[in-house]
Each structure stands twice: as structure tokens, then as C-alpha cells.
């Protein structure tokens, strides 16, 4: 049986809080425990809230709010997160290693390699279903490559190439994936570790400042956003197809929509919405000041966070909706929580056909 009615939206912020809100305008549990900045959020396929902070700790949380077991093993800042399809999850911190976490929060492995602070990661995967492992990028210029085989992750290749810091990493529909940094350039890489040798080799150039984030397309193209202020559109091939103007300032966060178009954040406080073929559809103000995190909704509904320290909903073409306000400072990122169904030992879940979408700030 489908559940329609427990949708939610999940921030998390400087306030060390995370919140849940309610698709119809109301207010879910507010999940205190942690004791500085909680920086990202995820929900696992058990329907598990996880959120991991800055004071070092990963918490996990039922959805009803109540707190789960708390995870200390990590000796720095905890700054990324992810669900994987096996009902895992996996983490990285500033203390330069991914640790994996079975999903009652029990450690499964410690991934170690990086010199310096995982900045980034992404559950790579064969066309969105089977999981063939994680890519991982980092303060050290390199991105590592774990390997998901008969349960267990192992040390892949090392990728060099970049000269700076790798801030995003994203899987893409096929056996590949991209990775920015504060290079200003994009890298376009084969699940194999090797570059990919296409016609514009494996350095997407273009942009004129650092990478702050990347987004697949529905329509297997990828885009990058950058301090810029401008969002390139790249096709399969790694050629560039598009280059979108209008944000007056970086260009910090973005999610694609089902229709193959783009919603856009930035730093100007607004958010830009552009059609499939790259035409600027609308322009959604109301922020009092940066976006940080934008996701679109099962719905076609969008969810924008700011650092004014709001939640905003807007329908699906763009007009305002509901604006959830408690916490008092920026709200680093959000994570939806999907329509659930019934099992049959009378648990709830999330429905198989929705996966978990993260965002974070760099």
C-alpha cells in the first residue's frame, strides 16, 4: 500500500538542528543532538534520517524523530554523506578517510587513501541500478575510486589530473562520471579509472573560476555550476553544448527537473529556472540572502534552503509556496524524504523507485 500523505523535506543547519517539514505546509520533529554546524543529511532505504556535523559525530534518527545510535569514529569534521542501494551508508570526513556504516549504524569498513580532506562523493552505478562502487574527491587534487564487489569496497585507482582541491563528484547514467574543482575545469572519467578519450578529451574547459557543483540531466546530458556565475551544459561526448547566463553571482547549488531542465542557486539570492533547450524560463526570488541547496520534488515541486535561514517551497512553474522558517542561520542543505509504502512486518519504507537526494555546501 503507497502512503501518500508522509512526504517530507529535510534541512539541516548552523544551528547544529535538523528539521523535517511537511509537504502540505506544516512542521515535522526537530532532531536535536548535535553540537555544532550539521553540514549534510541522507535518508537511508530503511527510511532512516542520518545527518553528520561538524563536531565529528553521524547521528541517525527514526522518522517519527526519535534518535538513533550516534557515530563517533570519525576524528574531524563529518562533511558528505551518502545512501547506498544496499541499505548502507557511507561518509567522509576532513579526518581523510570514507568510513562505511551497515544501516543499524554498526562500522563496516574504513577507506583510507587520501591525504588530506574528502571534500565530496558519489555512489557510482550500471544505469542507475546495480552499485559498482564510490568515487571520492578531496582537498589532496586527486579522486579515488572504491570498488563495490560481492558485498565488500577495495581501494580502486587513484585519478590525478586536477591541480587543485576537487569540490563535487557525480556519477553519470552510464559508466562514467565527472569531477570539478577550484582548477575551473570539469574531468569527464570511465569507471575503469582511465580518462575518457572522447573527441574533446578528458578536460571540459570553460569556465573561468572554481567548480561548486555538478547535476545529470534527464536527458543523459550533464551540467557544471561555477563562482563564475554561469552554468555550462555538456553533452554525452564531453562537448560543450550550452553556456547559461543570468545569475549575478556564484552559482553555488542546482538540481535537474523531470522534463530535462535545470533549476539553479546562487549566491544573488535567487533561483533560475531554464528549460531543456537552455531558454531562461523564470526568475524565483524571495530569499533574503544566498541559496544554498536546491532539490526538485517527485511532484515537480522545488525546495530551496538560503542562508537567511528559511525553507522555501515553489510549485512546479515557478510561483511561491509555502516558506518554513525555524531555524535561525543558514541552512547548509535539504534532503526529501519519499512518498512510503507498507511492508508486510508493519514497518514503513521508502517506495523502491525513489532515491535519496543530497546536497551540500563546499
Request: hydrophobic share 40%.
Amino acid at each position: 500500500m503507497v502512503i501518500r500523505a508522509d512526504r517530507r523535506i529535510i534541512s539541516a543547519a548552523v544551528d547544529s538542528t535538523v528539521r523535517q517539514w511537511n509537504c502540505d505546509g506544516s512542521t515535522g520533529p526537530v532532531l536535536y543532538g548535535h553540537r555544532d554546524s550539521v553540514r549534510c543529511v541522507t535518508v537511508l532505504t530503511s527510511g532512516d534520517i542520518v545527518s553528520a556535523s561538524t563536531d565529528g559525530s553521524i547521528r541517525m534518527w527514526k522518522m517519527d524523530g526519535s534518535a538513533g545510535p550516534v557515530l563517533s569514529l570519525h576524528t574531524d569534521w563529518v562533511w558528505c554523506l551518502a545512501a547506498l542501494p544496499d541499505g548502507q551508508f557511507i561518509s567522509g570526513s576532513y579526518d581523510g578517510t570514507l568510513r562505511v556504516w551497515h544501516k543499524d549504524g554498526s562500522a563496516s569498513a574504513t577507506l583510507c587513501g587520501h591525504t588530506d580532506r574528502v571534500q565530496c562523493l558519489s555512489v557510482l552505478s550500471l544505469h542507475g541500478k546495480q552499485m559498482t562502487g564510490v568515487v571520492s574527491g578531496s582537498a589532496d587534487h586527486t579522486v579515488r575510486m572504491w570498488k563495490f564487489v560481492n558485498g565488500n569496497f577495495s581501494e580502486g585507482p587513484v585519478l590525478q589530473g586536477h591541480s587543485e582541491r576537487v569540490t563535487c563528484v557525480l556519477g553519470l547514467h552510464d559508466l562514467r562520471f565527472v569531477s570539478g574543482g577550484d582548477d575551473a575545469v570539469v574531468r569527464l572519467w570511465n569507471q575503469d579509472g582511465s580518462e575518457w578519450d572522447g573527441s574533446s578529451g578528458p578536460v571540459l574547459s570553460g569556465h573561468a573560476d572554481r567548480i561548486t557543483c555538478l547535476a545529470v540531466l534527464s536527458d543523459s546530458r550533464f551540467a557544471s555550476g561555477s563562482v563564475d556565475c554561469t552554468v555550462h551544459l555538456w553533452n554525452q561526448d564531453g562537448t560543450l553544448s550550452q553556456v547559461l547566463r543570468g545569475h549575478t553571482d556564484w552559482v553555488w547549488c542546482m538540481a535537474a527537473d523531470a522534463d530535462g531542465g535545470l533549476i539553479t542557486g546562487s549566491i544573488d539570492n535567487t533561483l533560475r529556472m531554464w528549460a531543456k533547450d537552455g531558454t531562461a524560463m523564470k526568475v524565483l526570488a524571495g530569499h533574503q540572502g544566498s541559496v544554498a541547496a536546491v532539490i526538485v520534488l517527485p511532484d515537480g515541486r522545488i525546495a530551496s534552503s538560503s542562508h537567511d535561514g528559511t525553507v522555501r517551497m515553489w510549485e512546479a512553474d515557478g510561483s511561491r509556496g509555502f516558506v518554513f522558517r525555524g531555524h535561525p542561520d543558514l541552512v547548509h542543505c535539504l534532503c526529501a524524504i519519499p512518498i512510503c509504502e507498507e511492508t508486510g512486518d508493519n514497518t514503513m519504507r521508502p517506495a523502491t523507485s525513489w532515491s535519496p537526494v543530497l546536497t551540500h555546501m563546499l
